[in-house]
């Protein structure tokens, strides 16, 4: 079974920058629209960036101009820079599929938590 690992979280402040890893535990990216979700409690997750298998990018309005997704599929890889990070962007973040949302396992997420 595919597994998502999410890393690269952590404790930053305000208008500092970040960088996601989400990597696969097989080589099946290359097939499947990838996207980055995060969830906050007692939130729904929400999609804030989507990158298709030709490398078409979507974003979420709250981060679009300063987060952006990029993908290695020969390192199973998917990547979240997050730039100009507010406080509103605490919160874990996951990677799975996209269009359709969720056709492999949640994983554990990474926390990124953005001081004032």
């Known amino acids: 079974q595919v597994q998502l690992v999410e890393s690269g979280g952590g404790l930053v402040q305000a208008g500092g920058s970040l960088r996601l890893s989400c990597a696969a535990s097989?080589?099946?990216?290359?097939?499947?629209?990838m996207g980055w979700f995060r969830q906050v409690p007692g939130k729904q997750r929400e999609l804030v960036a989507a990158?298709?298998?030709?490398?078409?990018?979507n974003y979420a309005d709250s981060v679009k101009g300063r987060f952006t997704i990029s993908r290695d599929n020969a390192k199973n890889t998917v990547y979240l820079q997050m730039n100009s990070l507010q406080s509103e962007d605490t919160a874990v973040y996951y990677c799975?599929?996209?269009?359709?949302?969720?056709?492999?396992?949640w994983g554990k997420g990474t926390l990124v938590t953005v001081s004032l």
């Open positions: 799975n599929t996209v269009y359709p949302i969720g056709l492999v396992s």
């Open positions: 097989e080589k099946f990216f290359s097939i499947y629209n």
């Open positions: 990158i298709t298998t030709t490398f078409t990018t």
